[in-house]
């Protein structure tokens, strides 16, 4: 009998020895990040044959584990979001670099100029102007690229730490099978691995799959291996194709790159490329459109009129449709079987341009689908109309493609054009284009980053108009005329320098109903009725007033009512210095719609508004998760978090265990010395 309460002393001891141990690993451990309480498990023996330690258990629980790494990988998601997002809303709309206080200080110098067309200062002035705004532009869109360019630093440093902890965590598996091999429970080391994982939520989502030999694989991005039991896999960089300045996520699987940016959707990654994608690129884009808007305008205009020394008006900004930013926007996949030649994209009319990027992809048969990426709508060539070849060239359209949603397509000689949302493309590739085959158009990305000012001198600014319009001094009619320039580039302005040709009267006829005939005044002493191709001759012509007098390059517009006698007289306006007209004209562009939306005022703001809105839901959502986070972090926290007080009050109960089982042993020794005494008595 002592010996049997002996054996049940020496297995209690040793029991509540080792609950013990669990207890004071767990109070020692109360500030270890990641660690879950333990928890020694008794088992009776049957017989009255005592107690031991059936298990040590991790109190966890996977529901929660599994929650936690979720939610912390839409928390870092969203934290990065809105830190990106609010660096840029807070560039945009700021007064120091925002474009909307350049453009106002333009339009101001223009408005001094318009004043005064005649001083020099003021036209200085607004030359100075034109050239802070294209510094505007420019700096405004390198920040912009700054931010691109940190996010493909920070995709580059995350991946290594995403290979870094995969590595740990294969390490760890390994180290855990040999535990389970060994009978151990492993329950540290089982901690550590949690807690790495929880540090990769952080950057990037991941799926967890348990294998019965206590092994984790984890995937990523829709299901890529970046660990599977002990071996783990490379998370790298790698450039963007076709755009080389937006790097994407690859993973290195037995030796061979599988991208999988277009999967990762949580963490640190996941949030820098859903910014990339949801608002750095479209701001960029938009910002480039309303560029190449300011400056083909402005251009436009600027070289309908003539500048002080009488010379017609050249460029004021960068032409946008110079051959090396045509070339620029267009780019290839480097998996393309086709090789791409002289291909372009030109801008044709500004006011359809839309800010995005489009991929044209050749599928089976030759057939062609344009991707407009900012909305994801997708064009094929059935959706469009076709242009005829040329006769003398099945190689070519017959005509340049300015209708919106025109084609020519000739597969076997490998050429596209396309005439879509304010832009033509011509795609050229040596011998035909190949199934598969991507290509990626970029009408206004660069816009911004292209914009600079030509003009340098006061002088050249062609404020005036190139047509001078004299009325008779008999003129008995209230008749008032303008003149507005069609075609800068007609034979009437350009096949004699400072000349108009000809030069022209209008003079009104006697009868009723008013008619009017327009005179070529070449030889003044013997005056012509002026012929034009498409008309004819300009006599006896009905008068209506407000109707446009349309004719080689330019349109004559009278109102009122003029009477029969009076005479308009049109010429070259050699010394207007004091003409403003063209400069109203430039002015006036301020308030016009001249892009779809709105002026060029009313884009950037609803930039600046779309771009705070999306920031202050990404705060909103940063918020949201940071709570769920808590929450979750709260719930795992209460049930395999260390409470001293319990731990306290556990330690005394198996302390006093522990003294009753050595009691126990003494007592059996006592009973065993009795007995040996009475034998021997």
Known sequence: MSFGLLNLGIQAAQANKTALSVIGQNISNVNTPGYNRQVANLATLPDQRGVEVDSISRITDDFLTRQLWADTATFSSSDIFESMASELDNLLASGTTSISTAMDDYFKALQNVVDDPTSLPNRELFVAESEALARRFNELNTVVVRQNERINQNISSLSQQVTTIGNNIADLNDKIRLETVAGKSGNELKDQRDQLIEQLSELVDVRVVAQDSGEYSVFVANGQPLVVGITSNEMVPILGDPDSTKDGVALVIAGNEVEVTSGISGGKIGGLLQYRDNILDPARNELGRIAVAFAETMNQQHQQGIDL??????????????????????????????????????????????????????????????????????ITLDDMTAVAASGSNPTKPESALTEDRTYFFHPDSGTLHISLDGFTAELNVAGRFVENDRYLLQPTLNGAAEFGTVLTSGRQLAMASPVRISASPDNQGTGAVEVGITDINSPTFQSTKGALNPPIDIVFNSGSPTTFTVFDMSTPSAPVPLELESTGPLENQIYTAGQPIELDGYQITIVNQPVAGDRFSFSYNTGGV????????????????????????????????????????????????????????????????????????????????????????????????????????
């Open 309 to 378: 020394d009488g010379n017609l008006g050249g460029l004021l900004f960068n032409d946008v449709n110079d051959a090396s930013a045509m070339a620029n926007r267009v780019l290839a996949n480097k998996q393309n079987v086709s090789s791409l030649e002289s291909s372009y994209v030109k801008i044709v009319d500004v006011e359809n341009l839309i800010a995005s990027d489009y991929e044209v992809h050749v599928g089976v048969d030759n057939a062609i689908t344009i991707e407009r990426l900012s909305d994801g709508t997708r």
């Open 578 to 681: 004091s003409d403003n007209r063209n400069a109203l004209l430039m002015s006036n562009l301020q308030l016009e719609d001249t892009l779809e939306g709105g002026s060029y005022q009313d884009i950037y703001g609803r930039l600046i508004e779309r771009v705070g809105t999306e920031t202050s839901v990404a705060t909103v959502s940063r918020q949201a998760a940071e709570s769920v986070l808590t929450s979750t972090q709260e719930s795992k926290a209460s049930l395999s978090g260390v409470n001293l007080d319990e731990e306290a009050a556990k330690l005394v109960q198996f302390q006093q265990a522990y003294q009753a089982s050595a009691q126990l042993i003494s007592t059996s020794q006592t009973l065993f010395d009795t007995l040996l005494n009475s034998v021997r008595a």
